[in-house]
């Protein structure tokens, strides 16, 4: 199983034929449902699955790498838990990984009734939700227990572990984490998870679920927030987590959606590392470092993925990896036309450097009339569409360009290249005039020689006024390094030496580190 949707916008769902099932990405698993000639009906119920061939040793479970979380589902069946006397059961041959009191190890869930819940399993009834009776109450109540918290502000004042954490969160109750109290989460073996879970919401307005001066550490666990679809028809309440989030080993975010896409707001000074994982949901960046250090992998397909949305007028310095289209109905089932990478505003840099894999698409559709934001990184990888909506004058700059700028201007996309000469010989070379993509008065020649020993490139410009500023950008993936008038790049155990030659008389020169750290 995979993020997202089948191309023909049915939800993956429950296969009994006993096959071992690796899960990647925000995966769901839907039961009790069929979608025989394109659709859906309720099977009669219980019905029972089993993942994994007959006699298994090993565990037919299996996760396909971090940020990776299954979601066992029952929206038809809800009232009926699954495990229970008249809820679906799923049992997996050659077991799972549990704690002795049958807490599942792996990232694995209930979704049942617009709410995510811990599971449990066990040979006779497979997977269980957690009952209240499995839940401690009271954040203190120690480093083995997972704690559930429903519709009540709550203050931690000092420090305390735990194993995990459901919080139902509510308007005007939140969890604050005091200055000082740091509430690490997890065994910093198996992923350690949050689940957000809204209590019924008469507004789309925001609510805070985690604030405070203090820390969410998930310690050397994969930290995981998870957070339940919409109700159709009824509003959200994206939850706001805004006390800083510490770990070493990335955090991954996901949502559960069938039809409309939750969301969830990060604006604490979060330093975790090892990167961050978006799927099925769209997280807004409100804060300086909501993505902490490392790249932001952002999944999905064409119908209703993850996305990494910016709100205010800041530079991101994380590197990007995208795939699909992001978010793309809101919470009363309208189309809304939106990006993995998404622009809410106006005066948002992203410095670092912008991978597709496959397909994806940038948007700036909530954004304002003639709003301006900027990539300064490399774009590359798969095809990518960009989306500005109906607004008028809505921009998203491109600054990566690979050559000589005057005045930080970016080259003119209408100029005409031509080539000037080319000659043959021992040393072959060829000068092609640039001119035209230079403000007016420039002229700009660049001038490329095969020599014996190596490649020359000289550029040459004159008409510059006094004061002009002249930039010669490389964007690379190599590790870039100063080294008094050279500069040493290093990838894949190689070095390539970049010595400039400035001839005497000449205007003065400043070599200098690029904001981000992969490029010069």
């Given at each position: 199983?995979?993020?997202?949707?089948?191309t023909?916008?049915?939800?993956l769902y429950a296969?009994?034929d006993?096959a071992s099932?690796?899960?990647?990405?925000a995966?769901?698993?839907?039961?009790?449902?069929?979608?025989g000639?394109?659709a859906?009906s309720v099977?009669?119920?219980p019905?029972?699955y089993?993942?994994?061939?007959?006699?298994?040793?090993a565990l037919?479970l299996?996760?396909?790498?971090?940020g990776?979380?299954?979601?066992?589902s029952?929206?038809?069946n809800?009232g009926?838990p699954?495990g229970?006397?008249?809820g679906n059961?799923?049992f997996?041959?050659?077991?799972?990984?549990t704690r002795?009191d049958?807490l599942v190890?792996?990232p694995?869930?209930?979704s049942?009734?617009?709410?995510m819940?811990?599971?449990?399993?066990?040979e006779?009834?497979?997977f269980?939700?957690?009952g209240d009776?499995d839940?401690?109450?009271?954040?203190?109540a120690?480093?083995?227990?997972?704690?559930?918290?429903?519709?009540?502000a709550?203050?931690?004042s000092?420090d305390?572990?735990?194993?995990?954490l459901?919080?139902?969160?509510?308007e005007?109750?939140?969890l604050t984490?005091a200055?000082?109290?740091?509430?690490?989460?997890?065994?910093?073996v198996?992923p350690?998870?949050?689940?957000l879970n809204t209590?019924?919401?008469?507004?789309t307005?925001?609510w805070?679920a985690?604030?405070?001066?203090?820390?969410i550490?998930?310690g050397?666990?994969?930290g995981?927030?998870?957070?339940?679809?919409?109700q159709?028809?009824?509003?959200?309440?994206?939850?706001?987590?805004s006390a800083?989030i510490h770990?070493?080993?990335g955090?991954?975010?996901?949502?559960?959606n069938?039809?409309?896409?939750?969301?969830?707001?990060?604006?604490?000074?979060?330093?975790?590392?090892?990167?961050?994982?978006?799927?099925?949901?769209?997280?807004?960046a409100?804060g300086?470092?909501?993505?902490?250090a490392?790249?932001?992998?952002?999944r999905?397909r064409r119908?209703n993925?993850?996305a990494?949305?910016?709100?205010?007028?800041?530079?991101y310095?994380n590197?990007f990896v995208?795939t699909g289209?992001?978010?793309?109905?809101?919470?009363?089932?309208?189309y809304?036309?939106?990006g993995a990478?998404?622009?809410?505003?106006?005066?948002?840099?992203l410095?670092?450097?912008?991978?597709?894999?496959?397909?994806?698409?940038?948007?700036?559709?909530?954004?304002?009339?003639n709003?301006v934001?900027?990539i300064?990184?490399?774009?590359?990888g798969?095809?990518l569409q960009?989306i500005?909506?109906?607004?008028a004058?809505k921009?998203?700059v491109?600054?990566?360009?690979?050559?000589?700028?005057?005045?930080?201007?970016?080259?003119?996309?209408?100029?005409?290249?031509h080539?000037a000469s080319?000659?043959d010989?021992?040393?072959?070379?060829a000068?092609?005039?640039?001119s035209?993509?230079y403000p007016d008065?420039?002229s700009a020649?660049?001038?490329?020689?095969?020599?014996?020993d190596g490649?020359?490139?000289s550029d040459?410009?004159?008409?510059?006024g006094?004061g002009s500023?002249?930039?010669?950008?490389?964007?690379t993936?190599?590790?870039?390094?100063?080294e008094?008038?050279s500069v040493?790049?290093?990838?894949?155990?190689?070095?390539?030496?970049?010595?400039r030659?400035?001839?005497?008389?000449?205007?003065?020169?400043q070599?200098e580190q690029?904001?981000?750290?992969a490029?010069?």
């Open positions: 199983l995979g993020s997202g949707y089948t023909d916008k049915r939800p296969n009994a006993g099932l690796i899960y990647r990405g995966a769901r698993l839907e039961l009790g449902q069929d979608n000639d394109g859906f099977r009669p119920v019905q029972t089993t993942i994994g061939p007959t006699g298994a040793t037919a299996v996760r396909g790498g971090k990776s979380v299954l979601r066992l029952d929206r038809m809800s009926n699954i229970s006397a008249n059961k799923v997996v041959n050659g077991g799972i990984e002795e049958g190890l792996a694995v869930f209930g049942r009734a617009y709410k819940n811990f599971l449990k399993y066990d006779t009834n497979g269980t939700e957690f009776a839940y401690a109450t009271a954040l203190d120690g480093a083995d227990k997972v704690v559930k918290i429903s519709g009540t709550t203050t931690l000092s305390a572990t735990i194993a995990g459901r919080l139902d969160y509510a005007n109750k939140p984490i200055e000082g109290a740091t509430l690490t989460v997890g065994d910093g198996h350690a998870a949050i689940i209590v019924y919401a008469t507004s307005l925001s805070t985690i604030n405070g001066a203090g820390a550490d998930f050397a666990s994969e995981l927030l998870v957070k339940p679809e919409r159709h028809g009824d509003y959200d309440a994206p939850p706001v987590v800083a770990g070493r080993n955090l991954t975010v996901v949502g559960d069938l039809s409309q896409n939750p969301m969830l707001y990060l604006s604490g000074a979060n330093d975790y590392a090892g990167g961050t994982f978006i799927d099925m949901i769209e997280v807004r409100s300086a470092s909501p993505f902490g490392g790249p932001v992998t952002v999905g119908i993925g993850g990494a949305a910016f709100g205010s007028a800041r530079t310095t590197d995208i289209y992001g978010r793309n109905y809101d919470c009363f089932r309208s809304y036309a939106s990478l998404h622009f809410r505003t106006s005066g948002t840099v410095a670092g450097n912008v991978r597709v894999d496959e397909y994806a698409r940038i948007s700036a559709t909530d954004a304002a009339s709003a934001n900027t300064s990184g490399v774009i590359s798969g095809d960009f500005y909506g109906a607004a004058g921009k998203i491109l600054e990566g360009h690979n050559t000589l700028t005057v005045d930080g201007q970016p080259h003119s996309v209408t100029g005409d290249v080539v080319i000659r010989g021992d040393q072959p070379e000068i092609l005039d640039l035209p993509l008065g420039v020649y660049r001038r490329g020689r095969l020599e014996r490649f020359t490139l040459v410009l004159t008409g510059l006094s500023s002249v930039t010669w950008r490389m964007l993936r190599a590790k870039a390094r100063i008094g008038e040493v790049l290093e990838q894949g155990g190689r070095t390539l030496t970049l010595s030659n400035v001839p005497e008389g000449a205007s003065s020169w070599l690029a904001p981000h750290g490029e010069w």
